[in-house]
């Protein structure tokens, strides 16, 4: 993975996804990107947006899609109206709004080592189901790697030892995770 950021660079990052929700819901100008050089690198990331400390939207890409403040800002407006399992986010919703970014290092496959607790996520997909588990989910609870994956079945939709099938496809990367 590459290096860890800092923590002005994380905060900025948070800013910039606050802003570009508001932008997203009409209640704030367009944000500006920062032109730092490890926030223009190319790297994956996940969004995770809460009201009153209850989540409200997530939304996440698995691969890089350009420059990490760009994505994390078109996630953040994205996430904010389009998550479908659960209701928008509305103008009256921003202050009580907190943000959890995770960014992610190169996918690999799980063939190449277990997810290692609290350093690692998980994404497991089989036919069109997917999903993903960030280490945090699993904070306190003292998962060994292979619960942390059957919970990653479940959060796909799929049966918990769907990780075991020969047509599943599950891949573990490094998270850095942080936010408000």
Known sequence: MTAHLA???RSALVALARAAVAHRL????APHLPADPQLQAARAAFITLAVGGRQRAALGALAP????AATVARLAGEA???DPRLPPIAVADLPALSIRLALLG???PLAEGPPRPGLDGAAVT???HRGLLLPSAAAGKNWPPEVFLKHACLTAGLAASAHLAPDARVEVFEVEEFGE
Do not use: E, V
């Not at 009409?26 to 100008?29: D, I, N, V």
């Open 7 to 9: 923590p002005a660079q």
């Open 126 to 128: 089989r036919g069109w």
């Open 26 to 29: 009409g209640a704030g100008p």
């Open 80 to 82: 904010a109206i389009a």
């Open 106 to 108: 190169p996918l690999r």
């Open 65 to 68: 899609d350009g420059p990490l």
